[in-house]
């Protein structure tokens, strides 16, 4: 079976246009509630959001379908995606769902949809909820003594801040640590300044003002110029950046400068493998992460296991091979001692207690290698067009790689939601890997608008 509603991280899509319609939730909830059915018991799902204005559109239409289908609906409220994943075990529902387009603008929303055990779904589940939506839904509808209840689960907030507190070090504080925080205006805007807080440190909030319209707008995980200039005039010891649903984290340290997810990998793997906690021998990142994080944990004993771009895609690489570290250079940072899915706020308290520990700056702390120079260009094609079985480009390729002659490497990929394509070199040598990326671009750029003849 194969999904086409289903992307890398859920269903996303511009809000009251297809398939982000309370239409399309409704069937959502259907199909995901007989995918889900198991027993006789009664069946639970527990739903969470951001704060885009457009949730208030998908959460009711989600609680019909599911309530049609004879399944109890516990509402969470506006908190992270992590949280959801974590409270779906905890209360032992049947399924999860966060409604969130993540780092989007408020325009779009997506649904997540996690399984029972807190992870999310499988390709192979996906596509058999997609095949159940085309299907009619009438002989599966309950009975009007069946249907489903709405409750709303009102300590929820309370409970993910206790589990994220119990995540640090015993014993440790954030005494005299002044942080500054940016929630983008997003799931973590009340959860986060309360955990550091009550940890111990001096929080400066920001990014906690949603009014639905304004999530991840000029803030957050992917746009950090506000809290690095925050960070400056507060002088604070470092700065955290959440995205819209937590999710993702970005640290800036007390000289303004942004540190990456392959930083923060690089030393949450560093630390816990001195303290012999590291499982599977090493980390396991995406495709996209630096070059030089690969170095850094060869030089430790350790090494990077790749896998395609998505989170799901590292989670389910350290579940098969017991890996307790992984992650993306974007800053989703997965940490399964934890957490079943990137907690960008569980991430951070990791990186804080080792720059508590040291009691150094984390500008010397947090950057643990030096990043080989990596270059990305985006490059659109025309619908129809198959750029990639060109024989312009596959020789650009070819060229690209012999003139790096194994001192970096290149990444050629299509995006899975738009027509464009991914161009991607790093090598030691930055002017090299600037001319590397632009002639392979350049030739994909020719070829996009060339006839559609195959390389041999």
Known sequence: MTRHLFGTDGIRGTANIEPMT??????????????????DHRHRVVIGKDTRLSGYLLEPAL????????????????????????????????????ISASHNPYQDNGIKLFGPDGYKLSDEVEAAIEARIREPFDADLAASADLGRASRLEDATGRYIEYVKNTFPR?????????????????AYKVAPKVLYELGADVIPVGVAPDGLNINKGCGAT???????????????LGIALDGDADRLILVDERGRPIDGDQLMGLVAGSWAKGQSLKGGG???????NLGLERLLTGMGLHLHRTPVGDRYVVERMREHGYNVGGEQSGHIVLSDYSTTGDGLIAALQVLAVVQTTGKPASEVCRVFD?????????????????????EVTQAIAEGEARLNGSGRILIRKSGTEPVIRVMAEGDDEGLVNQVVGDIAEAIRRSADAPAVAAE
């Open 63 to 98: 609680t019909a379908g599911f309530i049609s289908m004879g399944m109890d609906v516990v509402l969470l409220g506006p908190l992270p995606t992590p949280a959801i994943a974590m409270l779906t075990r905890s209360l032992r529902a049947d399924m999860g769902v966060m």
């Open 22 to 39: 309370a239409e399309t939730a409704l069937r959502v909830a259907m199909a995901t509630a007989l995918q889900f059915r198991r027993g």
């Open 283 to 289: 980390v396991v990142a995406t495709v996209m992460s």
């Open 171 to 187: 014993g440790l504080r954030l005494d005299g640590m002044r942080i500054v925080v940016d929630c983008a205006h997003g799931a």
């Open 223 to 237: 746009n950090t110029a506000m809290l690095q200039e925050q960070v400056i005039f507060h002088n604070a010891d």
């Open 371 to 391: 990043p080989v120079p990596q270059k990305l260009t985006n490059v659109r094609f025309a619908a129809g067009t198959k750029p990639l079985e060109m024989a």
